[in-house]
């Protein structure tokens, strides 16, 4: 059998991948999250994204791993840097963090051919209530979906559980973006929906691979693409946080990959 393919595929195209697979997630995931809890020194008032990405590539580079992002479609940077209304894939360069700003940094490498896809929330300078909340929200929205990981439970309950709880509190799920199946490859079925209605969508399957990455907006959910092709933000031009884990799904539950081994996932943890 295929090395770089091994397991058997779902009738949606999921891969279901073997028990040792486990550990190759494992460690890239590990280092994905290691790097995350690094910069976190390094997010203050005056530095700019650009001086950011730099100290991933250079960790990247350093630990022997590669990142998955430098090349992907024509993207240059080791990471993806989305401050303020910025909802993903914003692109390091020369902006300065001001006081207040929040940004979300998102990491992928590739350890041994396995891809840890990563990212969390920072914060320049003082916190404001406003974005506390929303940051609080969005993180507490991946971790019920991460609840709702089981064999037998769906994709759909997954979503589900995101979006209830966001419009909860009323805030919003962006929908133009979504989670992805991944393993050996970087994006691969399925679209993880971070809405949805219970029981939709394909069943989970004990060794499927994918991460669950809810971006949350305190206005609308619509977004739009810069010129850049890269950068999306809100249409509103609200305030939009994003948080990210690539998992596993075990007998019981779910693996997350890419905890911080640090536990330094949220801003306001030490
Ligand atoms: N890491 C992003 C994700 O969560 C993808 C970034 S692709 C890039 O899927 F090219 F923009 F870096
Ligand atoms: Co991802
Ligand atoms: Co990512």
Redesign the pocket.
Known sequence: MNETHRGRLTREGIRIHEAADFAGMHRAGALAAQILDEIAEHVFVGQTTAAIDKLIEDRVNASGAKSA?IG??G?QHAS?ISVNHVVC?GIPGDKVLKDGDILNV?V?VIVDGWFG?T?RMYVAGKLSRKSERLIQVTHDALMKGIEAVRPGNTFGDIGHAIQSYVEAHRMSVVRDFCG?GLGRVF?SPPNVLHYGRAGSGPTLEEGMFF?I?PMVNLGRPETKVLADD?TAVTRDKSLSAQF?HSIGVTASGAEIFTLSPAGKFHPTWE
């Open positions: 992002t992907y479609k993207y993806c894939h998102d992928t896809d990212s992805h994006h991460t990455e890269w990210e």
